[in-house]
């Protein structure tokens, strides 16, 4: 038997051509639009930011003119000058590390330790202990205020850097959810091998857990840092000694008692939110990295 070879019509060729183009061009044109709407929400979100750098680079008479000015008509430094020199920025910054490091450390421990134990540990109260983590989602942070105000008022820890940390450490159930289902997934053939080495429980997390998941653990300790670095409501009610605030806090003390002087405000603002920005756009995907890890738990 001979087998005929079949090709395609010449007319049915051409016709796929000039359709092939047109999808091309479809396509070319969609993704020019979405590259245009891209732009222009990127623009959109990045002009007030704009606009608050360069209202602190005016002269205070040419900000409150009428009209808008997209640059300065004279360049100045006074806004952060007065921030940097008259103020107790120093002092806020301070407040701030030491409560922002002091809240991730304790967070990021203390979850990790909870998620091992929730994970590899079996003790009675396990199973209902992991239902209350998963059930703090349905509780609002800002609830939570009043009991925070009444039991730190009770223990005297107004206008104190504990006062200010203890309440934070509440915040982290995702980080702890996290922790458990990275443990989780760990092979049990490795835990085995170390309590053949007598290895205890310490020493397997601090040996065998804990640096394997390194990578996870800086991200969030990133992403940790940066919320407790912006955290305003309750330092704001903890705190009302000038001395003891954070910065971004104290950024609300920098007033003037002649009216409002809006670039010294804006420059304020931007100084308490510079070391955020930086600690960002250094560990980018760290920070991306937990963003996902975090909506990857709340989906």
Known sequence: MSSVATTPAAGEVVGMRPRKRRIIKTLDLIGLLATIVTVLGAIFWAF?????????????????????????????????????????????????????????????????????????????????LWWIILASFMIPIPALIVNHFVLISQFKLFNTWLGVILPQLVYGPVTVIIYKQFFDSVPKELREAAKIDNANEFQMFFKLYLPMNWGITTALAIITFIGAWNQFLWPFLAVTDEKMMNVTVGITQVTDAFGVKYARDLGSAILAGLPVAIVYLIFQRKVTEAIMLSAGIKG
């Not at 008509?73 to 952060?80: E, G, K, N, P």
């Open 48 to 128: 007030p930011l704009y606009w608050a750098v360069i209202t602190t680079l005016k002269v205070e008479n040419d900000i409150v003119q009428p009209g808008i000015e997209l640059w300065p008509r004279r360049f100045s430094l006074d806004a952060y000058t007065h921030v940097l020199f008259n103020t107790k920025i120093g002092t806020w910054y301070i407040n701030s590390l030491v409560t922002a490091v002091s809240v991730t450390v304790l967070v990021v421990m203390m979850s990790a330790l909870a998620g091992y134990a929730i994970s590899q540990l079996k003790f009675p109260g396990r199973r209902i």
